[in-house]
């Protein structure tokens, strides 16, 4: 048998192990609630980013995207009571595009009588770093053993830097200053949440809202 299948076999094992573990004779002990915590790691879909695209206001056909599809997120979660739970909720994004730009420069020479043109590169690339750091509250309205659906309103923290490098050299265009290099510090966010368990410590989530990245999907370890 191969290394890599040894591998794979052996992780598989693992994290069967994990989920055999979290379940604890499944749903043996009741509903997750009052006191307790959870860690629920998730990525989202990112939306567009007016001040991150390219052109000015086009973006070009052959721009490429730089950074990563998604945003990356953790949420920590400790349960008031059955339908009321605090959380905070970090979250980080990195996206932007690179794309080359021609031009055609003329020059006239007096001397010769006749003009002369060069074709002129410049290579751009935007990016925009985001990081939230968010806590709120989580109103559970739906509760059974295997599906919680819940409200959400978060408020916090957000440091934005977006940059624009200009043939090596970091520049600001119109663009961003119109929108600031660095954003307004403060951000809110409300929603709607989901978590199906597969067993009494483990949940897929869901949440749909708006502020910071619209769609959120996770994994949630309950204590």
Do not use: C
């Amino acid at each position: 048998m191969s290394k890599p299948n040894i591998m794979k076999q052996s992780f598989l094992i693992y994290f069967l192990s994990l989920i055999l573990f979290f379940s604890n004779e499944s749903f043996g002990q009741g509903q997750f609630g009052q006191g307790d915590f959870s860690v629920n790691p998730y990525v989202g879909i990112i939306p567009v980013d007016i001040a991150a695209k390219v052109g000015e206001p086009y973006a070009p056909s052959d721009a490429k995207f730089v950074g990563i599809p998604v945003s990356l997120g953790i949420k920590g979660e400790f349960m008031l009571n059955p339908f009321l739970g605090i959380k905070i909720d970090m979250n980080w994004v990195y996206i932007g595009y690179e794309y080359t730009r021609y031009s055609e420069n003329s020059h006239w020479n007096p001397d010769t009588g006749e003009s002369t043109s060069t074709i002129v590169t410049e290579n751009y690339e935007r990016t925009s770093r985001k990081i939230r750091v968010m806590f709120g509250i989580n109103n559970y309205f739906t509760r059974s053993k295997r599906f919680h659906a819940y409200s959400t309103f978060e408020i916090g923290y957000k440091n934005i830097l977006r940059r624009q490098v200009r043939n090596s050299v970091v520049s600001t265009p119109v663009v961003f200053v119109t929108f600031g290099n660095y954003g307004f510090p403060i951000t809110a966010r409300v929603g709607l949440g989901q978590k199906w368990f597969l067993t009494e410590h483990l949940a897929l989530t869901t949440e749909i809202g708006l502020g910071g990245t619209p769609l959120h999907f996770g994994m949630e370890i309950n204590f």
